[in-house]
Each structure stands twice: as structure tokens, then as C-alpha cells.
């Protein structure tokens, strides 16, 4: 049965012999990070939305609950409430911030806006260590961002921690294994909080810290030789890290039934096809299809400057090249009696959230979540679909994947089309490609590789400006560069680069690149905007 291609809360599927930490969101921009934060405790996590009914909670079999953040105060119409009965259920929960109120606010605790806010960095005093602040500083940094107030503690509870504002900064009752904590500790701005947050899921909870990378490994090679059978697969090789490392997991877990094929959609970064040949190919040994598309991907995207129609017609496209790659694959195997049933894809957990769920609005849709068409003649095999970039990193470490690979930085499916704000055209696209090329060099050559999530360059290729070039008169076109530090592509800020680093940039690429006389930089943090401008 095909998956269908719109994401949901809970689509990520179950890793056998975990009992999932569930991340219960109610609407916090911090949601994700919480998840990945429980991750770095070796404890598996997922996220589900605030309305799941108690029973449906229950049934996952969770080892703990934590509620997250949010942006509504408890008192508001139409609030997200919780159900008392989850509280009773002999689930260890944790509550953060809005988590925290609605706990207390349903379990007879008094919640008031006392008029006094607290947002940014707190100093927390510890009243009592209890299971949270166990072994921890009696004075702490910790990062508030909360109008409410909890002024008095449930029944049954102690109240742990304050701040010159909040009465009731943290509360406990560890018989019912139930906490809750004002303030945000999966933030790195909280001095403790990872400790806060591991004594809660080692110590309140009981959890075992068993998320391992080498677990991951096994329990992954598990479940695709439980989906597959004795089927065949093809894989859609990008170069990127993403499909690449799903691509080594799958093959470990199949062996030579794996068939990757490589589109090179004339949409790549400058010396990327022959990266990808080179590279992957020598570290894993794979059977590799290298299928040349660029034409059919021009044809398809003339005239077309929407960014969704864009990324749906290159997923449609990808889409066909593979079906056509699979007849041609099992036309050959036909003697063995075979055929081509599984397309494997690098789908991550971000690129699940961000193309749409119950509670969480859709940003963008990705190639290989949303834009996948609806008549789709394989059955997805996604190995990653719950696990973080930085995770993905890992695990190709532990496969053994060249480090130039794991560590390259993320590249959209869409490539190149999705960094030209208007028309794809042949022209634009070396544009765009030789600024991108200047632009990575120099970064490399700078040694910042490592320090910077992603960089790349963007062409406005709708706008000209006027410059002025050996004494004459240019119109050109504008390129912006953008570069961003993040952990996990959820939120990102853009990076603080060297001003002469910046200045060597913009006279290579003016000087390089004869359609461009102008190099701006976007300074936009993600929230609000985007890492990609499409």
C-alpha cells in the first residue's frame, strides 16, 4: 500500500523495543527542539499534537509525557486543555511553560496574569533540589517567556523553585511521578537545563537511555527487511546527505536488491554529478543509475515562477524518472522473476513537520513529503523519516560514509530552482550556479564549514540594478547571499560572517560572474523567514 503523501503527527512510524517519550504540542515553537533535546538524553522521542485522545496517548505505550510550550494563556477561548484523566494514568509527565500551567490549572492549582511578564534570561533560585534540581546550583540562569503564572501549586505538589516573579517557577510530586518547570530548559540559554531534563527522563521517569546510534542502525536494518521481504528497491540519489545515508542503511539491510539512481535534473551545484560518481559509489560499492534529465526538468519548469508549482512539478518529475528508471530495471530482471516495488527516500522528521500536521501549519512543501503525486506506483521506504539532521550526521559516521559526504552542507531537492526567485531557465541556473560556486569556495577556504549550517546564493532574477563596471553603465542582476548557523534546520539565525570574508564574496562573484554587479546579505533569523527563499 502506498503511504500517502500529506504528513501527520504520528506517521513516522514505531521503532520496535522503544517506548517513545511523547512530546505533547501545544503549538510551541520549541516543540521540536524539545524532541531533540530528550534525543540527546539516548531516549527515543516524538512529537503528537495536544488534542490526541487520552486513550490513543495510551495506547503508544510512552515511557514519559512532556507537554510543551505555547503561545495561549490557559484562560483564552479556545485554549488547548488537557484531560484530567492523563494525569492519572501513572504516566511520568513533565510540563514546560504553557505545559506547566494547563497541568496545574487541571489538576486544581491556581493559574493567574499576575501583571509582571518574564521573558529572556531569569535568575532561578531552588528552594528545594527534589528529583529536577537534584546535585544542581541553588542560583541558575534560566530563559522565561511567559505573560501567566502559576501562584499556587495542586494539591499534593511542592513547589521547588522561584524567581523574584514567579512564585511558582517549578513544582513536584514525584509519588504520582508528575513535574512541571516555568521555564525552558531544551533552550541552551537555561545554564541547566539538559541536566534538569535528564534527571526528569532518568530519574522521574526511569527511562533507558538506550537511543544509540548503534541501536538505531539495528532497529533501522530491521524494519526495512520486515517492509521489503525479498522485494526489490531503487533509491533516489540526490548527492545530498540525506539520501545518502539512507541509502547506505538500506543497503546494509539488503544488500545488492538496492538500486540507486542518480538524477541529474541539470538543477546541481557546480561539480556535483561527478562528486556523487566518484564518492558515494567508492565508499559504498552500490549499483548506481545515472539517469541525465536535465532537459525533460527545463521543459517541465519553462515558464512556471511559483515556488509550490515549482517544487511539485520537480517531485512529479523525479517521480516519473524513476518509474521509467524501475520498467528499464525490471526488464532486466525479469529472468530472476523480480520486480522494482520500493522507492527508498531521505526524508527527515523536519521535512515531515514542515509539509503540514494537525496542529502544525504548513510552511512549504517538500519534494519527497508533499509533492509526491497522487497515483505514486511504488511503496516508500524512508529509514530517517523520525530522526533529526544532526542524527542523520551520526548515523552516517556509524556507517562508515566519507566524512566529505556526512558533512556536506544541506542541499534542497529542488536544488538550484528553488534559489532563483522567478523563471528556471538554462541561463539562470549558471548564473546562480557559478555565484554558488564562489561562495562555497570561499567559506571552505575560510574554514568555516563546520560553524555554518548552510550557505548559498540566491538569484533575483526578476530584478535589475544599476552598477557601474570599468566606467560603464551595467544593469545586472542582483544575488543575495545567505547564510545561517542552526542544530536541526527547525529554527536557524543568520551567521555573523567576517567583514572581509563578506568583501571577498562580493568582488569574486561581481568580478566572476559578468550577469551580476551586486551581492546583498540577508540578515533574516528563521523564524521568521525561511532557510530557502523558496
Given at each position: 500500500m502506498n503511504e500517502s503523501p500529506r504528513a501527520s503527527y504520528g506517521s513516522t512510524g514505531a521503532h520496535p523495543g522503544y517506548d517513545p517519550v511523547l512530546v505533547i504540542d501545544f503549538g510551541a515553537q520549541y516543540a521540536q527542539l524539545i524532541a531533540r533535546r530528550v534525543r540527546e538524553c539516548h531516549v527515543y522521542s516524538e512529537i503528537v499534537p495536544w488534542d490526541m485522545p487520552v486513550a490513543e496517548i495510551l495506547a503508544r505505550r510512552p515511557a514519559a509525557l512532556i507537554l510543551s510550550g505555547g503561545p495561549k494563556s490557559v484562560y483564552s477561548s479556545g485554549a488547548p486543555r488537557v484531560d484530567p484523566a492523563l494525569f492519572a494514568a501513572g504516566v511520568p509527565v513533565l510540563g514546560i511553560c504553557y505545559g506547566h500551567q494547563v497541568m496545574a490549572q487541571a489538576l486544581d492549582g491556581t493559574v493567574a496574569r499576575t501583571g509582571t511578564a518574564e521573558y529572556g534570561a531569569t535568575r532561578l533560585r531552588v528552594a528545594d533540589p527534589g528529583v529536577l534540581f537534584d546535585g544542581l546550583p541553588t542560583s541558575q540562569q534560566v530563559w522565561m517567556s511567559h505573560g501567566d503564572s502559576v501562584t499556587a501549586a495542586p494539591p499534593g505538589f511542592r513547589v521547588t523553585a522561584s524567581t523574584p516573579s514567579t512564585p511558582v517557577a517549578a513544582f513536584e510530586d514525584p509519588t504520582r511521578r508528575l513535574y512541571g518547570v516555568q521555564f525552558h530548559p531544551e533552550v541552551v540559554h537555561s545554564e541547566r537545563g539538559m541536566d534538569v531534563l535528564r534527571?526528569?527522563?532518568?530519574?522521574?521517569?526511569?527511562?533507558?537511555?538506550?537511543?544509540?546510534?548503534?541501536?538505531?542502525?539495528?532497529?533501522?536494518?530491521?524494519?526495512?527487511?520486515?517492509?521489503?521481504?525479498?522485494?526489490?528497491?531503487?533509491?533516489?540519489?540526490?548527492?545530498?546527505?540525506?539520501?545518502?545515508?539512507?541509502?547506505?542503511?538500506?543497503?546494509?539491510?539488503?544488500?545488492?536488491?538496492?538500486?540507486?539512481?542518480?538524477?541529474?535534473?541539470?538543477?546541481?551545484?557546480?561539480?556535483?554529478?561527478?562528486?556523487?560518481?566518484?564518492?558515494?559509489?567508492?565508499?559504498?560499492?552500490?549499483?548506481?543509475?545515472?539517469?541525465?534529465?536535465?532537459?525533460?526538468?527545463?521543459?517541465?519548469?519553462?515558464?512556471?515562477?511559483?515556488?509550490?508549482?515549482?517544487?511539485?512539478?520537480?517531485?512529479?518529475?523525479?517521480?516519473r524518472v524513476f518509474e521509467e528508471s524501475a520498467r528499464e530495471l525490471d526488464a532486466r530482471a525479469e529472468a530472476e522473476g523480480t520486480?522494482?516495488?520500493?522507492?527508498?527516500?531521505?526524508?527527515?522528521?523536519?521535512?515531515?513537520?514542515?509539509?503540514?500536521?494537525?496542529?502544525?501549519?504548513?510552511?512549504?512543501?517538500?519534494?519527497?513529503?508533499?509533492?509526491?503525486?497522487?497515483?505514486?506506483?511504488?511503496?516508500?521506504?524512508?529509514?530517517?523519516?523520525?530522526?533529526?539532521?544532526?542524527?542523520?550526521?551520526?548515523?552516517?559516521?556509524?556507517?562508515?560514509?566519507?566524512?566529505?559526504?556526512?558533512?556536506?552542507q544541506p542541499f534542497p531537492g529542488p536544488g538550484l530552482a528553488v534559489r532563483i526567485i522567478g523563471e528556471v531557465t538554462p541561463e539562470r541556473l549558471e548564473i546562480v550556479r557559478a555565484a554558488d560556486a564562489v561562495v562555497r569556495d570561499e567559506i571552505r577556504r575560510a574554514g568555516l564549514d563546520r560553524e555554518i549550517w548552510q550557505v548559498f546564493a540566491v538569484l533575483l532574477a526578476d530584478v535589475r540594478s544599476v552598477g557601474v563596471q570599468g566606467d560603464e553603465r551595467t544593469y545586472g542582476f542582483p544575488v543575495v547571499l545567505r547564510a545561517v548557523t542552526s542544530e536541526d534546520a527547525m529554527t536557524a539565525d543568520w551567521a555573523r560572517l567576517p567583514y572581509d570574508l563578506l568583501e571577498r564574496i562580493s568582488n569574486r562573484v561581481v568580478n566572476e560572474v559578468p550577469q551580476v554587479n551586486r551581492v546583498v546579505y540577508d540578515i533574516t533569523s528563521k523564524p521568521p523567514g525561511t532557510i530557502e527563499w523558496e
Open positions: 534527571h526528569f527522563l532518568l530519574v522521574g521517569a526511569g527511562c533507558r537511555p538506550s537511543w544509540t546510534m548503534i541501536n538505531i542502525v539495528e532497529e533501522a536494518v530491521t524494519a526495512v527487511r520486515a517492509q521489503v521481504g525479498g522485494g526489490r528497491l531503487i533509491c533516489g540519489l540526490s548527492g545530498g546527505v540525506d539520501s545518502a545515508v539512507a541509502a547506505a542503511l538500506v543497503q546494509r539491510a539488503v544488500g545488492d536488491t538496492l538500486t540507486c539512481v542518480f538524477v541529474d535534473h541539470g538543477l546541481l551545484r557546480a561539480g556535483e554529478a561527478e562528486q556523487v560518481e566518484r564518492d558515494f559509489v567508492a565508499s559504498t560499492g552500490v549499483d548506481l543509475v545515472h539517469v541525465k534529465a536535465a532537459d525533460r526538468f527545463a521543459s517541465a519548469l519553462a515558464g512556471v515562477t511559483d515556488p509550490e508549482r515549482k517544487r511539485k512539478i520537480i517531485g512529479r518529475e523525479f517521480i520486480h522494482i516495488g520500493f522507492l527508498v527516500q531521505g526524508t527527515l522528521y523536519p521535512d515531515v513537520i514542515e509539509s503540514g500536521s494537525p496542529t502544525a501549519a504548513k510552511i512549504k512543501s517538500h519534494h519527497n513529503v508533499g509533492g509526491l503525486p497522487d497515483d505514486l506506483q511504488f511503496d516508500l521506504v524512508e529509514p530517517l523519516r523520525t530522526l533529526f539532521k544532526d542524527e542523520v550526521r551520526r548515523l552516517g559516521e556509524e556507517l562508515g560514509l566519507p566524512e566529505d559526504i556526512v558533512w556536506r
